[in-house]
């Protein structure tokens, strides 16, 4: 009767089918007149059109699975002691089909109408045809993109705690670890252009909303193996998978006073260790021919270059397209026709005929460590119709961070300006991976005042004051950052601007953020009325403090100058400073 264990287990399997229309990018930079039958309309309206646009239908199915153990033991009528375990699983496997709409095809070559709402100053919809120039054309657009994912996380935890209710004092410790991981274990994207199978699409936006259309007998054409290219650069991988742990320990106290106007002292400490690794994958599918030993020997590496990607090993559109174009769309979604791959069906050939490798990319990897000590005391007080609690707390932080930082050489791009002659990228734009350790460590101390007044039965009056804390997230402290070195040289054989000066651009995470303080009011007045119901109105001021933002700055960050020795056939050795 003093010892007792609860065990749970739940287990789910679900299904989601979601849909999406959207415009991804508006360009800004570039207005269209308004154009009927092939031809731009005299004194026609302009305005501004979308850069990309997507319909999609997301498919997943999730497993989820928990294990629960709990245990009890009552000592005595004061001291009790207990242990929890929980444990998390989620496999989540998912299919994206994906119909895209650049702006490739804006041009002359494909227009047929393109109509403007003058007011607005925004294009409503533009019809597109092969071959309006009278030239034969084909399209890459619809395409059809998909992405292919398989991933699972699980999740641990499990503390011990020791509850001690006494006629002076009660305490309560507790001591616990918890544990995660997860990500995918293989996931990458493929493409194909409608081409041939394909005469004219189009898309239409009144009412805000994306209607798109497209040549009825695309799907049947695709079928027949007309048109269906693969679009080999769109066709890769990368991914993200992580751990995070953390041991942590607390003790609480509350003490009975009784003394003057303060009832209870409440008292405690507490410590978190806590460590986050977050990592960039790839799956690659590689030939059984190939010697992936051999390849990593000696540092080398395996990369998309040696991927069945660029190689030949594209399924052909034929085995892979769905039976049927997607039906049973929603109202986020208003097309004639929606082409898709089977993406079951395309992972079947990859695992037959190739070898799966996951590579680890050395360069995209952060880890970020926050160990954290805080204290506080509060007392509460009631005197009268008056009661409230103040007290302070002392929180202590160091957070460590070590990232893998790129730094790019965009050195030169072509031999001796000639554009069919390119530099191999490892020579022309080198990069070096530089990995940065740092600590942070800051103190805060956090008053805190809360009162109340019950005036009657009906009326209460509130107010608070206080200054608190939050911590910037793991993603804003650790990710890693990058740093592009461009040469004049190089933007010179890119842009052909002589004029164009060596400039450095990076972007990245700021592992020495500060947490995010506050010094806070409130004010409020409450009137109940009846049982369950009441009204209220309130004030407040909140003084916030290093509030997170993405920005762009200009920042200094010192690195060694670097000298590189380019050749080029005819013009000797060449050596470049960065």
Do not use: C
């Amino acid at each position: 009767e003093d010892f007792g264990v609860l065990v749970g287990y739940t287990k789910q399997e679900r299904t989601n089918r979601s849909q999406l229309s959207s415009i991804n990018i508006l360009n800004s930079n570039f207005k269209y007149q308004e154009r009927a039958n092939g031809q731009a309309t005299d004194g026609g309206a302009i305005g501004y059109a979308p850069q990309s646009m997507v319909q999609q239908v997301l498919e997943e199915k999730r497993d989820r699975e928990g294990v629960q153990i709990t245990s009890q033991w009552r000592l005595n009528d004061e001291l009790e002691f207990g242990f929890n375990y929980f444990h998390f699983s989620l496999g989540q496997d998912a299919v994206k089909n994906q119909l895209e709409y650049p702006e490739w095809h804006n041009k002359d070559a494909f227009w047929t109408n393109v109509r403007v709402d003058e007011e607005l100053d925004w294009v409503t919809g533009i019809d597109y045809a092969a071959g309006v120039s009278g030239a034969e054309g084909v399209f890459d657009i619809p395409r059809i993109n998909g992405e292919f994912i398989r991933e699972e996380s699980t999740s641990d935890t499990f503390d011990f705690y020791a509850d001690y209710e006494g006629d002076d004092f009660n305490a309560k410790f507790v001591i616990g670890h918890t544990e995660g991981e997860g990500g995918p274990t293989k996931k990458y994207r493929a493409a194909y252009y409608p081409k041939q199978a394909s005469t004219f699409y189009g898309y239409d936006l009144s009412n805000q909303n994306l209607t798109t259309y497209m040549d009825p007998n695309m799907f049947t054409n695709l079928q027949a193996g007309v048109g269906g290219n693969a679009d080999i650069g769109a066709t890769d991988s990368s991914f993200i998978t992580g751990t995070q742990e953390e041991d942590y320990a607390q003790l609480d106290v509350d003490y009975f006073l009784d003394i003057a106007i303060v009832e209870t002292l409440r008292f405690g400490v507490k410590y978190r260790d806590g460590k986050i690794h977050r990592e960039s994958r790839n799956t690659f599918y590689i030939s059984p021919d190939f010697d992936i030993d051999a390849a990593l020997a000696n540092g080398g590496e395996i990369t998309i270059d040696d991927d069945y990607s660029r190689h030949g090993g594209i399924p052909s559109i034929t085995d892979v397209l769905a039976d049927q174009p997607l039906n049973n769309l929603s109202g986020a979604i208003n097309t004639n026709l929606f082409p898709a791959v089977n993406w079951n069906a395309y992972d079947r050939i990859l695992e037959d005929n190739f070898v799966r490798y996951t590579r680890n990319e050395k360069d995209f990897v952060y880890e970020v460590g926050e160990e954290i000590l805080s204290a506080y005391v509060q007392a509460d007080y009631k005197y009268e119709n008056f009661r409230g609690n103040f007290g302070l707390r002392y929180v202590d932080t160091t957070t460590t961070s070590i990232a893998s930082d790129r730094i790019v050489y965009r050195l030169d791009r072509y031999r001796n300006e000639d554009t069919s002659s390119q530099i191999e990228e490892a020579i022309g734009r080198p990069k070096e991976i530089v990995v940065v350790e740092k600590e942070e460590n800051e103190t805060h101390l956090l008053p805190s005042f809360n009162f109340v007044w019950d005036v009657d039965d009906n009326w209460v009056v509130r107010a608070a004051a206080a200054k608190v804390m939050a911590r910037p997230s793991y993603d804003d402290l650790g990710d890693f950052q990058t740093l592009t070195y461009t040469s004049s040289e190089y933007a010179k054989d890119k842009a052909l601007d002589d004029d164009f000066d060596p400039i450095r651009r990076g972007s990245g995470g700021n592992s020495t953020l500060k947490s995010i303080t506050s010094i806070q009011y409130d004010l409020s007045l409450e009137y109940y009325y009846g049982e369950g119901s009441g009204a209220s109105i309130a004030f407040f001021e909140k003084n916030l403090e290093n509030f997170v933002l993405p920005v762009t700055i200009d920042v200094m960050r010192s690195l060694e100058v670097r000298e590189f020795t380019l050749t080029e056939p005819g013009s000797g050795n060449q050596t470049v400073s960065a």
